[in-house]
Structure formats: structure tokens, C-alpha cells
């Protein structure tokens, strides 16, 4: 059959297909977003980090985040049986946004894809991409909800799928993660918790008294709605699904901060379990295509950074690709993977160091000098590419240190 032509093909329409389309759009590329479901849909991810703000702002998205009344956040707050610890992101080592949105998934993601329309981007839901044909120019086969297929020939494809990992899978790029297989129970209630209270305008993450690797997080969004989950051992919530939610009603009532303000909040929706959601690929790039977001790496959700490394990789990645079809020699392993990479190996030392309790005793440490709480404060907003901190320049020493330091002095 026919085969339509394109500059740049982008395999769906969150948030990360969504800013590398308006980025490519407004510097007058054509662009044709496929997108397999209908928006609005439910999406996990709700709480964004501040350094994401810059990418909004660039793609022409800002305003309308700003305008669309999500609940505001200004940081990050710590529970531990009698310990807590809050940073405010905006008092952080590296300049930059300081606060940012917690947002509905399916509302947020909508006005991305929106906004990215607006803007020149053709986007079809109801789209799926079946299969690609590598080469200079790949060449995807696309199916509809009607039961066509056709054919789109770009000169380059953009695999923004998220968990869907098109490319990974039909391209065989997987390699293992090095995370141990987690999983989430996770819900909305409606809560009780007062507007414009401090606990609103921060993520809550509260661990577990009696086991470490045992966390949740509690995501206050506007209208009285708050996003609690469970994260754990994938076996220790391996429920039947009609047991989800006792198990997750149970284990809200284990948790002092969590038994306290959200204990008897009804469930707005049924109580989801996701598992198995880290994974890794051998590289973020080939022969005509690049990975960006989830459909390329993903880590763990406990400091909220999937969405922010998923914009960064939009940006790198527009940018990568608009000088490559200007004409200029680029190389995606030097201009893309190894920069991308540079933070999300931040974050991978943090998360790495959370599970072991190593980067709970230091985020508990009560005697932090107030330099070294702005440059953990800096990474937790997602400042995880900035190299004058020197938790992004060498994080696996530095953790290595100041943990010595918090374990050494009293307090
Ligand atoms: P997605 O938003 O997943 O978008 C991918 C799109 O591709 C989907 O719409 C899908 O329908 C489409 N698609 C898939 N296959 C095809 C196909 N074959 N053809 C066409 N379209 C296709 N991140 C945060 O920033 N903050 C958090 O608080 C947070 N919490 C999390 C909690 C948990 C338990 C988990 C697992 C993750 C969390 N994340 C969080 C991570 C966050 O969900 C992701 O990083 C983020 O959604 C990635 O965005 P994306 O654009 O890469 O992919």
C-alpha cells in the first residue's frame, strides 16, 4: 500500500512524546504522534519534580500547566517512626525552578499532548505501532482501532511508548535491570487534609517501622484528593486482586503519618498493583531511532523522578535530532546517551542507597550542614545533571562519605 512520509515519527503521547513533538513542531519539523489508547487516561507518575518546569516552559507548555489549577509543591517530606525531615526545594544548591505541580496523570497528560497539537504536531489516538523496519529512513507499520494498517516512512522515530517499550522489545535492546523486582499497591482517597496546609504542598514518604525497604508515598492532588501507595518487595504485596485493597487498608494502618491523616479515607478507585516496572536497555539510540523516557530506562519511583528524566530526554533528544536533519554530523551516543545517563546515574545511586538505608540515615540525619542539605535538596528537585554538585559529579563516593559522617557523629 501507500506509505506516508514524515519527518519524525513519535511512538505516544506522554509526557515525553509530547514535549519531544513540540519541540520539533516549533522549529517547523513535521511530526506524527501515535498514540495506542484515548486520552484522558489513568497514568502512575503524579508528583513532578521542579527541574521538569524549564522543559514545560521551553516546549510552550508552562502556562498551561500553570493555569490548569494542579496542586502546588514545594518539596519533600520524611517520616520514619518518631523521625521526619523536610527539604524545601527551593532553597537547593543549583539555581532554577523550586516548586512544581502534583498532578492527575490523566488530566496532565492530555494537556501536554494538547499543547504539543496546538503547536503543529499531528497526533492520532487509537494508533498502534506494530512493528518498525530499521534503516536510514525506518519505516514503522501502524494498526487502527478499524483494523488498517499502513505504513509511515520517517527519517527518524522517536519511541516514547513508556512501559509499552516498543522498540526495546521488537529490537530485542532489553538487557536486565539491576533493580530487585519491586511493586506498588496504590489507590486514590478522598481526603481530609486541610487546603493549603504545609502537608499539601509536599510528597510524603513515610517508611515502613518495622521494615526499610517497606515505603509509601502520599501525593495530596487538588480537589481533595490524595494518591497513597505501597512500595515493596514484589512478593510482600503479591494479593489476589480481590485482597488489594484490604492489603492496602492494612498496610496504611501500619504507618503512623500515613494511619493519621489518611486511615479511614475512602478509595476513590479500585486499588492497582503494578510490578516489575524497572528496566534497563543496552542503549538509547540506533539506526534511525532513539529511546526516550520509560520506553528506555527506568529506575524506581521512590524520589518521583520518571517523568522528570523523561522530559530531559525529550529535550536532549529534539535538540539532538534537529541538528542532525539540519545536516549536522551528530553522534547520539556523545550528544544523547552518555548525557541523559549522567542523571539518571545520580538517581541511581539515591535510589540504590535508599534501599540499603544508607541514604535514609542521611535524609534522617538531624545535624546536616545547612550546604550539604541544599545539595541533596538540589538532586530530590531534580537538578541530577548539575556537576557542581558534587553529589552529581561523584554520588557513589560522596554517599559513601557523608554517610560515614551522619553514622559517625552523634545525633
Ligand atoms: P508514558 O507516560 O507511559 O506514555 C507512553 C504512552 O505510549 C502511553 O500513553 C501508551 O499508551 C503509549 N504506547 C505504548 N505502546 C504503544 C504502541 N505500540 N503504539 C502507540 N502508542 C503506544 N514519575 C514521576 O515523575 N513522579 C512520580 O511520582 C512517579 N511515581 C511512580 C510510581 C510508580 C509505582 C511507577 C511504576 C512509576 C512512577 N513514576 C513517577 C514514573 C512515571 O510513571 C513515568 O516515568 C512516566 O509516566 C514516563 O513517561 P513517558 O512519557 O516515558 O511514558
Redesign the pocket.
Request: aromatic share 10%; proline share 5%; hydrophobic share 45%.
Given at each position: 500500500g501507500e506509505v506516508e512520509r514524515i519527518d519524525v515519527a513519535v511512538?505516544?503521547?506522554?509526557?515525553?512524546?509530547a514535549v519531544a513533538a513540540a519541540l520539533l513542531a516549533r522549529a517547523g519539523r513535521s511530526v506524527l504522534v501515535?498514540?495506542?489508547?484515548h486520552f484522558p487516561?489513568f497514568?502512575?507518575?503524579?508528583?513532578?519534580?521542579p527541574q521538569s518546569m524549564a522543559y514545560l516552559d521551553e516546549a510552550g507548555m508552562l502556562q498551561a500547566v500553570v493555569e490548569a489549577g494542579f496542586q502546588y509543591k514545594n518539596g519533600a517530606f520524611f517520616a520514619y517512626r518518631e523521625k521526619t525531615s523536610s527539604f524545601d526545594f527551593r532553597d537547593k544548591h543549583t539555581d532554577g525552578w523550586g516548586t512544581t505541580y502534583q498532578v492527575e496523570?490523566a488530566v496532565f497528560?492530555q494537556l501536554l499532548i494538547r499543547r504539543a497539537a496546538e503547536q503543529g504536531a499531528q497526533v492520532r489516538f487509537g494508533?498502534?505501532?506494530?512493528s518498525m523496519e530499521t534503516g536510514a529512513a525506518p519505516v514503522l507499520e501502524v494498526a487502527d482501532e478499524g483494523g488498517r494498517t499502513y505504513r509511515v516512512a520517517a527519517q527518524f522515530v522517536l519511541d516514547?511508548?513508556?512501559?509499552?517499550r516498543?522498540l526495546p522489545r521488537l529490537l530485542g535492546l532489553e538487557t536486565p535491570s539491576h533493580m530487585p523486582e519491586r511493586a506498588?499497591l496504590?489507590s486514590h482517597v478522598r481526603d481530609a487534609l486541610p487546603a493549603g496546609s504545609t502537608d499539601r504542598d509536599k510528597?510524603c514518604v513515610a517508611v515502613h517501622p518495622e521494615r526499610r525497604d517497606v515505603w509509601y508515598?502520599m501525593?495530596p492532588l487538588a480537589g481533595g484528593r490524595t494518591s497513597i501507595?505501597c512500595?515493596a518487595a514484589a512478593e510482600f504485596l503479591d494479593v489476589p486482586e480481590a485482597q488489594r485493597e484490604a492489603r492496602l487498608r492494612e498496610l496504611m494502618g501500619e504507618e503512623p503519618t500515613i494511619a493519621r491523616l489518611l486511615g479511614d479515607a475512602p478509595f476513590l478507585m479500585p486499588v492497582n498493583r503494578?510490578a516489575g516496572?524497572s528496566a534497563n536497555v543496552e542503549r538509547l539510540h540506533g539506526p534511525g531511532f532513539a529511546l526516550?523516557?520509560?520506553?528506555g530506562e527506568?529506575l524506581d519511583?521512590v524520589f518521583?523522578?520518571?517523568?522528570?528524566?523523561?522530559l530531559r530526554s525529550a529535550h536532549l533528544a529534539a535538540h539532538t535530532l534537529l541538528r542532525q536533519l539540519a545536516g549536522e554530523r551528530v553522534d547520539w551516543a556523545a550528544d544523547y546517551d552518555g548525557p541523559l545517563r549522567k542523571g539518571i546515574d545520580t538517581f541511581r545511586a539515591f535510589v540504590e542507597r535508599w534501599y540499603t538505608g544508607e541514604l535514609q540515615d542521611i535524609v534522617f540525619y538531624p545535624n546536616q550542614t545547612p550546604k550539604i542539605r541544599r545539595m541533596i535538596s538540589a538532586i530530590l528537585a531534580g537538578y541530577a545533571w548539575d556537576e557542581t554538585n558534587p553529589y552529581v559529579a561523584d554520588p557513589e563516593r560522596r554517599l559513601t562519605a557523608l554517610h560515614e559522617t551522619c553514622m559517625m557523629a552523634p545525633g
Amino acid at each position: 500500500g501507500e506509505v506516508e512520509r514524515i519527518d519524525v515519527a513519535v511512538i505516544g503521547a506522554g509526557p515525553a512524546g509530547a514535549v519531544a513533538a513540540a519541540l520539533l513542531a516549533r522549529a517547523g519539523r513535521s511530526v506524527l504522534v501515535l498514540e495506542r489508547q484515548h486520552f484522558p487516561r489513568f497514568s502512575i507518575g503524579e508528583s513532578l519534580l521542579p527541574q521538569s518546569m524549564a522543559y514545560l516552559d521551553e516546549a510552550g507548555m508552562l502556562q498551561a500547566v500553570v493555569e490548569a489549577g494542579f496542586q502546588y509543591k514545594n518539596g519533600a517530606f520524611f517520616a520514619y517512626r518518631e523521625k521526619t525531615s523536610s527539604f524545601d526545594f527551593r532553597d537547593k544548591h543549583t539555581d532554577g525552578w523550586g516548586t512544581t505541580y502534583q498532578v492527575e496523570r490523566a488530566v496532565f497528560d492530555q494537556l501536554l499532548i494538547r499543547r504539543a497539537a496546538e503547536q503543529g504536531a499531528q497526533v492520532r489516538f487509537g494508533h498502534t505501532v506494530r512493528s518498525m523496519e530499521t534503516g536510514a529512513a525506518p519505516v514503522l507499520e501502524v494498526a487502527d482501532e478499524g483494523g488498517r494498517t499502513y505504513r509511515v516512512a520517517a527519517q527518524f522515530v522517536l519511541d516514547a511508548s513508556g512501559f509499552g517499550r516498543v522498540l526495546p522489545r521488537l529490537l530485542g535492546l532489553e538487557t536486565p535491570s539491576h533493580m530487585p523486582e519491586r511493586a506498588a499497591l496504590f489507590s486514590h482517597v478522598r481526603d481530609a487534609l486541610p487546603a493549603g496546609s504545609t502537608d499539601r504542598d509536599k510528597i510524603c514518604v513515610a517508611v515502613h517501622p518495622e521494615r526499610r525497604d517497606v515505603w509509601y508515598w502520599m501525593i495530596p492532588l487538588a480537589g481533595g484528593r490524595t494518591s497513597i501507595g505501597c512500595v515493596a518487595a514484589a512478593e510482600f504485596l503479591d494479593v489476589p486482586e480481590a485482597q488489594r485493597e484490604a492489603r492496602l487498608r492494612e498496610l496504611m494502618g501500619e504507618e503512623p503519618t500515613i494511619a493519621r491523616l489518611l486511615g479511614d479515607a475512602p478509595f476513590l478507585m479500585p486499588v492497582n498493583r503494578i510490578a516489575g516496572y524497572s528496566a534497563n536497555v543496552e542503549r538509547l539510540h540506533g539506526p534511525g531511532f532513539a529511546l526516550l523516557g520509560n520506553a528506555g530506562e527506568f529506575l524506581d519511583p521512590v524520589f518521583s523522578s520518571g517523568v522528570t528524566i523523561a522530559l530531559r530526554s525529550a529535550h536532549l533528544a529534539a535538540h539532538t535530532l534537529l541538528r542532525q536533519l539540519a545536516g549536522e554530523r551528530v553522534d547520539w551516543a556523545a550528544d544523547y546517551d552518555g548525557p541523559l545517563r549522567k542523571g539518571i546515574d545520580t538517581f541511581r545511586a539515591f535510589v540504590e542507597r535508599w534501599y540499603t538505608g544508607e541514604l535514609q540515615d542521611i535524609v534522617f540525619y538531624p545535624n546536616q550542614t545547612p550546604k550539604i542539605r541544599r545539595m541533596i535538596s538540589a538532586i530530590l528537585a531534580g537538578y541530577a545533571w548539575d556537576e557542581t554538585n558534587p553529589y552529581v559529579a561523584d554520588p557513589e563516593r560522596r554517599l559513601t562519605a557523608l554517610h560515614e559522617t551522619c553514622m559517625m557523629a552523634p545525633g
